[in-house]
């Protein structure tokens, strides 16, 4: 059962971060500025690779990871307009 959680895991992961993506550009669409998007990637995967590492885990599991909810996180956030 174990197994059968952690194989499953990648693919739930990858599909919420792909339904929250496609919901932050459509709600987004209209507004102008842009986000953190390259931000949150980069700190998304030094996080999830350093995760990993703590964890024993697999590490180009972790950078995946990482980069897809680094990327979510700052499709969600916005910078202010500079006047």
Do not use: D, W, Y
Not at 47 to 57: D, K, P
């Amino acid at each position: 059962m174990r197994e059968l959680m952690l194989n499953c895991l990648p693919f739930a992961a990858i599909a919420v971060c792909a339904v929250i993506l496609t919901f932050s550009v459509i709600r987004q669409a209209g507004r102008p500025g842009e986000g953190f998007m390259a931000e949150g990637m980069a700190i998304g995967m030094c996080f999830g690779v350093s995760l990993a590492a703590a964890l024993h885990g697999r590490i180009a599991i972790g950078a995946s990871f990482g980069l897809l909810l680094g990327e979510a996180i700052g499709l969600r956030s916005r910078k202010e307009e500079k006047k």
